[in-house]
């Protein structure tokens, strides 16, 4: 052998080693294996309709899903226990199954079917399981959060309405118009009272009688119209009881009954600064401070007759007929309505009305008369505040007055230092305030406005409801986390057998073209990234 032989074969040049390009794996990628194929002449250019009949075949035999390795599986299956012929072929449905495999082989079908479901698994199936996980996962922590909010919501919501009911000291039940009722039933006396309690102390007699001296000293004759009448009233402790509506039964008992309970207002008497008394006072005030009733009694704007105050009156003052001038009945407009019931049904209403009024004036049974009134007549209640609104101006201007050294100007022959006006004035502004207090207000409007009653237990009920509600809202949060949790995990399990389908889809390609081309082939791009996630 000589020299150059010997070279050559320590070399392996053409002797022990392959070529370059054969022993270097071929990487095809993925999304362009069909047409690596068509450019090899390993597929032919009508493959896909040969694809598509041979999946029909598929179908037609009763293969789902239509594939290569549906009819490589039931051919396998078929053909163990098959019937054969005499020269050993198939034979029956075990014949078709293998005939089917076959015919995608010899076609290389089944390497395009695979490369085909490769692609489009890679590029569509996965990255959307994938986005529907990822979607899923950010649910389930806005769920999460959106539950463990509601839940705090709801504890804040029922700790606020237990706190609420305790600040207004009635019981959380579902009741919250009678707790209400019942609570203005049970404070209310108590309240009233400490309110005359705050108005009748030593200053404020005393500054009452400096009052009286002040309107005394300029002119007599108006001490008994500006003495401040219900004040006096109350410090004496001559208030009357209100006179509270009867329930008629008869039109003419009821009239009686009027006649028996108007009565014209007892006279003022002039009262001088000598022998000023209280009580004498409170007498001579009442005129002014229930102008067309007698003291106590309250216009509870309720007609129990058909005529009264209301009735059309000619020039004169004197009732007018219902028929006009001649005397005749108007027979009114007809408005195509028929009203069942008639007189009946108003008596009834009015009744009712009445009703409510004695079941108000029962909260109020055994307190005192000036509780008593205060407590159901509004306008005695607004004379009082006028009264001490009147009161507080004069001493606020006396107390000015005094600072500035001018003692005579106002107060004439009453004398008081800047001290006691200034005591005065805070006593009377103590009382003032009681009286306006928002709690004592806030019984009041229970105790008479009933549409205030509705509110306020509406809007107790919203906040009891509102705990439950944001309770309800964490419920239904949890129940769509749950469904959410499900959807994942069928998402995940979706994912791990596509990829799993295509590790075989992606074996089958390498395998086959391997086979047919005698040299390693690898699918290379981004479907290696998902199988290998």
């Known amino acids: 052998m000589s020299l150059r ?62 594939s290569y390795a549906t009819a490589l599986e039931r051919a396998a299956a078929t053909g163990v226990d098959a019937e054969r012929s005499l020269l050993g072929g198939l ?110 102390t030593e200053e404020v007699h005393a500054s009452v009688q400096c009052y009286a001296e002040f309107i005394a000293a300029d002119d007599s004759a108006a001490a008994a119209e500006h003495s401040l009448p219900v004040l006096v009233e109350v410090l004496a402790g001559t208030t009357e009881a209100p006179l509270l509506p009867s329930i008629p039964s008869t039109g003419a008992q009821g009239a009686a009954e009027g006649d028996d309970t108007a009565g014209g207002a007892p006279e003022a ?28 009694l309250i216009s509870w704007d309720i007609g129990t007759e058909a005529g009264g105050d209301d009735a059309p009156q000619d020039a004169a003052g004197s009732p007018r007929p219902a028929g006009g001038d001649g005397g005749e009945v108007d027979p009114g407009i007809d408005w195509g309505l028929e009203v069942e019931g008639g007189e009946a049904a108003g008596a009834e209403e009015g009744e009712a009305v009445l009703q409510d009024l004695l079941t108000s004036a029962n909260v109020f049974e055994g307190s005192d008369p000036v509780v008593q009134r205060l407590g159901l007549d509004g306008a005695y209640r607004a004379a009082l505040a006028d009264d001490l609104h009147e009161l507080r101006a004069f001493l606020t201007a006396r107390r000015g007055e005094l600072r500035a050294g001018n003692v005579g100007a106002t107060l004439g022959a009453a004398t008081a230092t800047g001290e006691e006006a200034a005591a005065w004035l805070a006593a009377v502004e103590r009382a003032l305030g009681a009286l306006g ?31 439950g509600k ?48 005698r040299r390693r082939v690898i699918v290379s791009g981004e479907v290696n990234a998902l199988l290998s996630a």
């Open 91 to 200: 034979k029956g449905q075990a014949r078709v199954w293998d005939r089917l495999a076959r015919a995608y082989e010899a076609r290389k079908c089944h390497v395009a079917e695979a490369a085909q479901r490769l692609a489009r698994a890679a590029d569509y199936e996965a990255p959307a399981l994938k986005r529907g996980m990822a979607r899923a996962q950010q649910q389930l922590a806005d769920l999460e959060k959106r539950k463990a909010e509601a839940h705090r919501a709801g504890a804040r919501a029922e700790q606020a309405y237990a706190d609420e009911c305790k600040r207004l000291d009635i019981s959380p039940t579902q009741d919250a118009t009678a707790e209400l009722r019942a609570l203005a039933s049970r404070r209310l006396p108590a309240a009233l009272q400490a309110c005359v309690a705050a108005m009748v």
């Open 269 to 296: 008497e002039a009262v001088g600064v000598d022998d000023l008394d209280l009580s004498a006072l409170a007498s001579a005030g009442a005129s002014g401070a229930a102008e067309d009733a007698g003291p106590g």
């Open 5 to 66: 032989e010997n070279i050559a074969r320590l070399v392996g040049e053409g002797y022990d080693q392959p070529q370059g390009d054969q022993s270097t794996p071929l990487s095809i990628n993925y999304a362009k294996i069909n047409e690596w194929m068509l450019d090899r002449k390993l597929l032919c250019r009508d493959w896909m309709s040969q694809l598509r009949a041979l999946q029909a075949g598929v179908a037609a035999a009763g293969g789902d899903p239509a």
């Open 437 to 467: 207090s928002p709690d004592l207000q806030h019984l009041l409007l229970l105790h008479g406005r009933p549409q205030y009653l509705a509110r306020q237990a509406a809007a107790l009920e919203g906040k009891r409801a509102a705990g």
């Open 470 to 517: 944001l309770h309800s809202a964490a419920r239904k949060a949890e129940a769509r986390r749950a469904t959410t949790q499900r959807s994942l995990v069928a998402d995940a399990e979706a994912l791990a057998a596509l990829v799993e389908r295509m590790r075989g889809d992606k074996a089958l390609v390498e395998g086959a073209l391997g086979s047919a081309l």
